[in-house]
Structures are given as structure tokens and as C-alpha cells.
Nanobody, 123 residues
């Protein structure tokens, strides 16, 4: 049974930082983060292909967010810096068993999501 336990959300001011954590039960080649704001569709934020730690980011977070992996703890992190009000959303950890050819975890690679952790950025 897949278990994804997220933590680390909270409220910060513009320009602040947060680190999200997600402890995963089971092994998956794709691990990542999605987010959803009220009235908007869920969007992929960052992904990591675990065999080689190849990463993918949505354009709006490039240079500000970093996804990383601790194999020993089977935990994936999302370090978020220079946060903006537009980053306010529920953030979901996600995993998937299959990557695209070449080792890239596209947003369609993910099949299981956690319960989410809220991130609120105030101006």
C-alpha cells in the first residue's frame, strides 16, 4: 500500500522560504511535487527520476525551487525560496512507477498522491 506523508507547509511572507518533506513507503522511480490553488487545475511543480536524480521543473519555479532526495530515508524534499503570493497552494507529494524514455519523470508519470500540505505566501 502506497503511503505518502507530507510535512513542512505553512505561512510565510513574500521572499521567504519553506522546505516540504514527503516520506514514501515503497520504491518508485519517479517522485515529485504538484500543487493546486482554488479554482485552478493541479499542476506539476518538480519531479526527480530517482536512479540518476534527473530533475524537471515547471517554468514558474525554475531557479527558486529545488527538489532533492534522501534515499536512506526514502524521502523527497522541495526547497522553496523567493516565495511569491502566486505560489500559494496546496502542495501534494506524488510518486510513479514509470518514467519516460531517457529517464525523465513527466507529469503524466505520476499515479499516487499524498494528502497535501498548505503553503500560503502573503504580500
Amino acid at each position: 500500500q502506497v503511503q505518502l506523508v507530507e510535512s513542512g507547509g505553512g505561512s510565510v511572507q513574500t521572499g521567504g522560504s519553506l522546505r516540504l518533506s514527503c516520506a514514501v513507503t515503497g520504491g518508485y522511480v519517479c517522485m515529485g511535487w504538484f500543487r493546486q490553488s482554488p479554482g485552478k487545475e493541479r499542476e506539476g511543480v518538480a519531479s526527480i527520476w530517482t536512479p540518476a536524480r534527473r530533475t524537471l521543473y515547471t517554468d514558474s519555479v525554475k531557479g527558486r525551487f529545488t527538489i532533492s532526495l534522501d534515499n536512506a530515508k526514502n524521502t523527497v524534499y522541495l526547497q522553496m525560496s523567493s516565495l511569491e503570493p502566486e505560489d500559494t497552494a496546496m502542495y501534494y507529494c506524488a510518486v510513479g512507477p514509470v518514467a519516460l524514455r531517457g529517464g525523465l519523470c513527466a507529469w503524466s508519470s505520476f499515479q499516487f498522491w499524498g494528502q497535501g500540505t498548505q503553503v500560503t505566501v502573503s504580500s
